[in-house]
């Protein structure tokens, strides 16, 4: 069995958003401003191919390329959940908050276990931030 450290002081606190944001790094979801420049760029490459297509051909394959983006989000927010579970897991490991669980051993467990230790994590983060007396 794994175990969250009781008392986060802190210090633990700051080390592990640092170790979360370390880790999330680079993961970006699709914006409606991304989504708009990654169109720009399409019409641009088109119009630089030189290559002329009738509005019906130009909607159709406008219309591929937005179900091609929309189905690179959807497989992108299903996965979601998964990285962010093993985010939170990964950094409490980092930051020392995880007492018997190695950061690099985290992905020898199933997602099942990682839910639940994130949920572990995430009950133990609400706790140390109650402010006595409230």
Same mark, same amino acid.
């Given at each position: 069995? @794994?175990?969250?450290? =009781?008392?986060? /002081?802190?210090? *633990? @606190?700051?080390?592990?958003?640092?170790?979360? &944001?370390?880790?999330?790094?680079? #993961?970006?979801? /699709? @914006?409606?401003?991304?989504?708009?420049?990654? /169109?720009? &760029?399409? !019409? #641009?490459?088109?119009? %630089?191919?030189?290559?002329?297509? &009738? *509005? +019906?051909?130009?909607?159709?394959?406008?219309? %591929?390329?937005?179900?091609?983006?929309?189905?690179? $989000?959807? +497989?992108?927010?299903?996965? =979601?959940? !998964?990285?962010?579970?093993?985010?939170?897991?990964?950094?409490?490991?980092?930051?020392? /908050?995880? !007492?018997?669980? %190695? %950061?690099?051993?985290?992905? *020898?467990?199933?997602?099942?276990?990682?839910?639940?230790?994130? $949920?572990? !994590? =995430?009950?133990?983060?609400?706790?140390?931030?109650?402010?006595?007396?409230?």
């Amino acid at each position: 069995m @794994t175990t969250i450290k =009781d008392e986060w /002081l802190q210090k *633990d @606190t700051e080390a592990f958003f640092k170790a979360k &944001a370390d880790l999330t790094a680079g #993961i970006t979801t /699709l @914006t409606p401003e991304k989504l708009a420049e990654a /169109l720009l &760029a399409f !019409v #641009i490459a088109l119009r %630089e191919s030189g290559e002329k297509l &009738a *509005d +019906a051909r130009f909607k159709a394959l406008l219309s %591929e390329y937005a179900g091609t983006l929309r189905q690179s $989000q959807q +497989a992108k927010e299903d996965l =979601d959940a !998964v990285r962010y579970n093993g985010t939170v897991v990964r950094a409490a490991c980092l930051a020392g /908050l995880i !007492v018997d669980l %190695e %950061e690099g051993a985290v992905g *020898d467990l199933s997602p099942g276990a990682v839910r639940g230790l994130s $949920q572990q !994590v =995430d009950a133990a983060f609400l706790v140390c931030y109650e402010v006595p007396g409230e």
